[in-house]
């Protein structure tokens, strides 16, 4: 059941995220144009949402190998050159993602006293979507490394 829900864990997450942007901005429009008494922390909270959503969004790209990259390059390569190639990617994304993680979470201790103007909440809540964005890149580029280092796996 753990391996089932750390494999799935971004998917889970995505929809919980895009779900509650849904919501969020459903009640925003149903109070502003039908209720006539707009809420000041619909802004706010969708914005953060779709932070999270974003950062999450990235891992599950790199999970499945969906992340924009120079795949016209990467095909054009010989078949030797294209597994040295991912791992070169591979470790560049890895030093991305560990910049991401360690500047991220610096950023968000930075932040644990600052809240936010609408809903007063810690503003460390918004920047903690880079270190755990950078944490799970981090994790499936880890896996991702290893396919190509071990398993012989050539796919971008």
């Known amino acids: 059941m ?9 998917e889970g997450l995505s929809v919980v995220l895009v779900g509650a942007i849904c919501v969020v901005v459903t009640l925003q429009v ?19 949402l779709f932070v999270w959503t974003t950062m999450i969004g990235s891992s599950l790209a790199l999970k499945r190998g969906e ?17 040295p190639a991912c791992v070169v990617v591979d470790a560049a994304v890895i030093v991305f993602a560990a910049l991401l993680l360690y500047e991220g979470a610096k950023m968000a201790v930075r932040n644990i006293p600052v809240a936010t103007p609408a809903m007063e909440i810690p503003r460390a809540i918004p920047y903690a979507a880079l270190p755990a964005g950078g944490a799970l890149m981090l ?18």
Do not use: K
Not at 67 to 83: G, K, S, W
Not at 139 to 156: C, V, Y
């Open 30 to 48: 149903f109070c502003r144009l039908v209720l006539r008494s707009p809420l000041s922390w619909t802004e706010e909270m969708s914005t953060i």
């Open 2 to 10: 753990i391996r089932r829900a750390y494999a799935n864990l971004e």
């Open 67 to 83: 992340h924009f990259a120079v795949e016209l390059l990467h095909r054009r390569l010989p078949l030797r050159a294209q597994r």
């Open 139 to 156: 994790l499936r580029t880890g896996e991702s490394l290893f396919r190509h280092l071990f398993r012989g796996g050539t796919a971008a």
